[in-house]
């Protein structure tokens, strides 16, 4: 017999781990840009708007 609560769990257990992973890559992505931008001294407005432009172009 099919229930369909199961069908839901894995939906929403999958949702949870996604969440989980965007979220440690978007932490990464993070460390990454500041690293980078302190290496190369740029200011902290820089740093921000390439954090954005990455993280727009990584959506499309």
């Known amino acids: 017999m099919y229930w369909p609560v199961n ?34 001294g740029l200011p902290v407005a820089v740093h921000g708007a390439v954090v954005v432009a990455v993280g727009r172009v990584s959506r499309n």
């Open 7 to 40: 069908g839901v769990l894995v939906y929403v257990a999958l949702a949870v781990v996604a969440t989980g992973i965007i979220r440690a890559g978007s932490g990464l992505l993070e460390r990454g840009a500041e690293r980078l931008s302190r290496h190369y």
